[in-house]
């Protein structure tokens, strides 16, 4: 929300959704939200563009307020198998059973289901 992220690179047309900036730059757009209301706001804006599909990556309390209005089909959690942080901000608890789970030869990729599939 305070757009500390890295810039998004490409060409393809993006949402931005920030508490800092209204306007349009390049093929990103910016669209300003309240805390209070912002799900409600990102919600109805993506149904008026007609889109169907969105990756969420956020911080902890923005994936747990998704997660808290059952706004998700899919939940993937990545480990890495050789990496072990001892300091960080911890994600959210997802407090079910995986459905899936992949191995690659770096990371171990589980997969929850929504409520909503």
Known sequence: PQLQAPALKGSEESLVFNCIKQGKENHIEFMLFKPENGLQK?????????????????????????????????????????????????????????????ETAEDIISYYRGATT
């Open 42 to 102: 990102i919600m109805n804006k993506l149904y008026e563009k007609q889109i169907l599909s969105v990756l969420v990556e956020g911080g902890p309390n923005t994936l747990q307020r998704f997660m808290d209005a059952s706004l998700y089909d899919e939940i993937r959690v990545i480990q890495s198998k050789n990496m072990r942080l001892n300091e960080g901000i911890s994600a959210p608890q997802i407090n079910m059973l995986a459905t899936t789970t992949d």
